[in-house]
């Protein structure tokens, strides 16, 4: 066979695995967003046939010799990226994995994830544990399987980001713990003691938000930010998430509160920020394995920015208040643009992450961190979920001096576990890290300040797009960060940021 | 091998054709409902390829081989009907289509009923009758592949009415057309000298229906009919359809219109007619061959007896009357309950089907029947689609005295040709007349007026569900007939009905 010929048999495959692919991530947004109570149970069975085909296709002797004696030399950048990226996802992760555990657990994950949003809404953690604890033993299972260098946690880390390990974390938190731990109380005091504002926040939170005029708002978010609606849609879920199976077809879900629409607002906003990543992958590796983003700390960058940097800024606020007023007459309720900009700066020790302010939200990921690296820790040892829960309410009590008093607010608060995410968390973190320099690198460039004040994201969305989004998986994560600022990753961007913002 | 092996190998077939075909359905459901324009490529490959998928499970010699040689004597009789089922289903029918043509053609029909519905929305016939000719082209092709007996139209009629054909259908109409087309002009002419109701006709279609509170009245149409929203969603479409993969999940669709909410109302209640159907088959058949509804004639007679006998009765409107007064404050419009009743059966010479009156229902299916007929009479000459565009405008004229003027009120306004399905037509009407018949055997036995006035569906629920619908296809529709009626099919309901309702 000559080269040319094992690259059309590699394609054929990779063709196949991308309509499997699609059809998996099809069924999965019909499950998270509408599919009835009882079809669980038959849509969990076409999950785990496709998923076995998924398996099938790659994993076998033929196309594995295909993948391993193709001369990579005589390919072009992108065929030989592509070689790489199967190599290290199927061959050096999945393959190691038995088919039947591959199946069995995406089937687990179907009725786990369905069972912690029952769970979550009625507080029940009894429900809900024993999915977790299998969830929890399969991934220390897979990474015996896989294998690890160092601490085991690494493997899982690494899915998420490439290379990433505990050492390198442990460093990043620590500065995180030495540099934003001290300064939260002084920051939460001053506001505490701030009448002014905590009146405002009463009647801003006992008010009624309409959840069409929320979905409205919702519409025009999308629209300035240029989130592509003939190549994406917006729904509900429990928990908002963003899925997508090519730059043409990138699904989003935002999860309305009729008592707050800030929670909306700024999950609308979050998942637009990975929305924007995927609409604007090349397209010369759309639909290829090249495709997609690089790693979750790359894609978090994407949404933190948004949410945060562009979302959560006094300039954009002052542009986007005559919007809110108009729909929900926040003037009435005697909230101005300045007191709208403190409101959603809010800062205070809270339960849930994802609504939390910018200054606490790293010691969520924080406490997520260290859970997650003592339960992989020991890979022979079952981990006692009861306790987990409460190791979880230790820890908010210990860096926050807060402690849940509701599974729902505690360890039930997020999807990720439910769905095996482990090692996905500490990526929320370095991804704000990353935003905040590639934030100082594009304010350099042009005054986005101005560009936010007037609602006109064009430029934003050019320079993300061109610096970062476009590549896909052709650079890795440290290229992008080189590209986009012309530095190494620093995380002094990120203390730096949230000291100017919430201490001067 | 024993049969009992035979037996078990089939099943294992019957499963991996079951995980496709509900894949494949949420896929298209997705794809209706809210897939973005762009994806529409992408998906359609998926379809091909899981289509493709499904063809080869069953279409090889192996399979056949256990289908033709299980002894059927030696099983239980919801087995043997399931072989049956398969032989009738795929090696009398699908095995006859060269995979090629059938993969090719699946993926046709996703692009053409795309095409169909931007083509509908701005009148632009231009653009869809390439894809409506080669859908066309492609059946006659099928149906020269499958053989036929008599006319070869009768090869498509028979897939969604058993053994139906063009003799029966002729005589069908013939009564229609003899028993039904006289009586319209004097009804019209009666309704359009009736001043009050032309009035308050006019009152009712130019005030504004807040989309919101029609979904209300929705939702409160699902309860009250007891579609199970635990085993069911209803979404909008384009064209009000019911999808389904199990009794656990039926998948409906209505369409809103801000100047009316008689049309998303009816379409609402037909398609919960269908669903109810689906979700009360028998458990011990749920999810196998023999589940779902045996055929289209069945299917529209619970449709249309929900939408027609039931929703348009006079008893119904009184007890609906008060929750659409609450909703759109019609008795300020000067609308009471008699009112009320008169325009939801309103009768008038109009050209769109779906929102036809009872009446003139049966004369817009004749005129589809005539032309299909037309169409599939010579399998060998292409037929022009702008000819058959004014065919159609020809026939409604000469029917209903009244000629479409644009594409969007004639030949585009179905989505039938577009998705391939041609010989589903006159299930409506065949249909509508099984349900005149089996409303008259369920008044028999129930006071269904009282039940209908205090909006207690239980006891037709239940005579429903017990003489048809649970069966699923393990009756034919001939003795779902003599079930449900004790008598066989009789047309003469469904004349008297209309008599009796209009004319008296």
């Not at 300040?449 to 007037?454: K, R, S, T």
Request: proline share 2%.
């Amino acid at each position: 066979m000559t080269n040319q010929e094992k690259l059309e048999k590699i394609k054929e495959k990779i063709d196949i695995d991308n309509q499997l692919s699609t059809a998996l991530t099809m069924i999965n947004w019909d499950l998270e967003t509408e599919a009835p109570e009882k079809s669980v149970n038959q849509i969990s069975k076409v999950i785990s046939f496709l998923s076995g085909e998924k398996y099938d296709n790659y994993m076998n002797e033929e196309f594995k010799n295909l993948i391993y004696s193709i001369n990579v030399d005589e390919l072009s950048d992108i065929d030989k990226k592509i070689i790489e990226i199967i190599k290290e996802d199927y061959f050096e992760k999945i393959e190691k994995i038995p088919k039947e555990d591959y199946q069995k657990y995406s089937e687990l994950v179907v009725f786990s994830s369905q069972t912690w949003a029952k769970a979550k809404q009625s507080n029940n953690f009894d429900m809900f544990k024993n999915y977790l604890s299998e969830v929890i033993e399969y991934n220390k299972k897979f990474v015996k399987y896989r294998g690890w260098e160092g601490h085991p946690y690494n493997t899982l880390l690494g899915d998420y980001e490439p290379n990433l390990t505990v050492e390198y974390c442990d460093k990043f938190f620590d500065k995180l713990k030495s540099d934003i731990l001290p300064i939260i109380d002084n920051v939460v005091s001053k506001r505490k003691n701030n009448k002014e504002l905590q009146e405002a926040k009463k009647r801003l939170i006992s008010h009624k938000y309409d959840l069409n005029k929320q979905k409205e708002l919702s519409n025009h978010l999308m629209d300035i930010l240029k989130f592509d609606t003939k190549a994406g849609v917006l729904k509900e879920s429990e928990h908002p998430f963003t899925n997508g199976t090519s730059k043409n077809n990138v699904r989003i879900t935002t999860h309305y509160y009729e008592n707050d629409f800030r929670s909306a607002m700024y999950s609308t906003i979050h998942e637009i920020g990975h929305a924007l990543y995927e609409q604007h992958i090349d397209d010369k590796i759309n639909e290829t394995p090249a495709g997609g983003g690089v790693s979750m700390g790359i894609h978090e960058s994407q949404s933190r920015i948004y949410e945060n940097m562009f979302g959560r800024s006094r300039s954009f606020i002052k542009y986007l208040y005559n919007k809110i007023d108009d729909l929900f007459g926040i003037s009435k309720l005697n909230i101005d643009k300045e007191m709208l900009y403190e409101l959603v700066n809010d800062v205070d020790k809270s339960f849930i992450r994802v609504e939390a302010d910018e200054l606490t939200y790293s010691i969520h990921i924080l406490i997520r961190y260290e859970l997650e690296k003592e339960i992989f820790s020991d890979l022979n040892s079952v981990t006692d979920v009861d306790e987990l829960a409460k190791k979880w309410a230790d820890l908010y009590e210990k860096y926050l001096g807060i402690r849940p008093e509701t599974y729902s607010e505690g360890i039930l608060q997020d999807v990720h576990w439910s769905s095996g995410l482990f090692g996905y968390f500490p990526s929320y973190a370095l991804g704000t890290a990353n935003a905040a320099q590639i934030y100082e690198a594009l304010n350099k460039k042009t005054n986005i300040e101005e560009d936010l004040e007037n609602g006109d994201f064009s430029k934003i969305d050019a320079f993300l797009s061109d610096k970062i989004q476009k590549y896909g998986k052709l650079k890795t994560p440290d290229e992008l960060i080189q590209i986009s600022t012309g530095e190494k990753f620093n995380p002094d961007y990120y203390v730096n940021y949230l000291k100017n913002k919430f201490v001067k």
